[in-house]
């Protein structure tokens, strides 16, 4: 049975990005639906500038999972406020991403299982 999965990115931390990043692969390569969605600090990872070849302790890094993410057009919100104080456009967002506000967040939360980074 496919399920609804809910990955929320709230830090500009590389391990805490490549393991989100690295689950919702893996939900959505299973057939499951996977949304997405980043706050906080996280929306620093909406920037398409970004070096994502930094590796992490067990060598895997954001690039070996979120151009799949992006090439399947997996949908991911980006905090409204948060990108916008901290001065990101959409135009620098990856082609999968879009501002997006608290109260989608709540309804995505609602139907789905939850991770949290």
Excluded at 6 to 26: G, H, M, P, Y
Excluded at 81 to 110: T, V, W, Y
Aim: net charge negative; glycine share 6%.
């Amino acid at each position: 049975m496919m399920q609804n999965f809910l990955f929320v990115l709230s830090k500009d931390d590389n391990e805490a990005a490549t393991r989100c990043f690295q689950f919702a692969k893996i939900a959505h390569s299973k057939g499951h639906h996977v949304d997405m969605f980043f706050i906080d600090e996280g929306v620093m990872w909406a920037n398409n500038d970004r070096d994502l070849s930094i590796k992490t302790v067990t060598g895997d890094c954001p690039a070996d999972y979120l151009p799949y993410l992006v090439e399947n057009e997996v949908t991911t919100g980006i905090c409204t406020p948060c990108a916008k104080n901290r001065k990101l456009d959409e135009a620098s967002f990856f082609s999968n991403m879009q501002l997006d506000g608290g109260p989608h967040l709540i309804d995505m939360a609602a139907e789905a299982k939850v991770f949290n980074f």
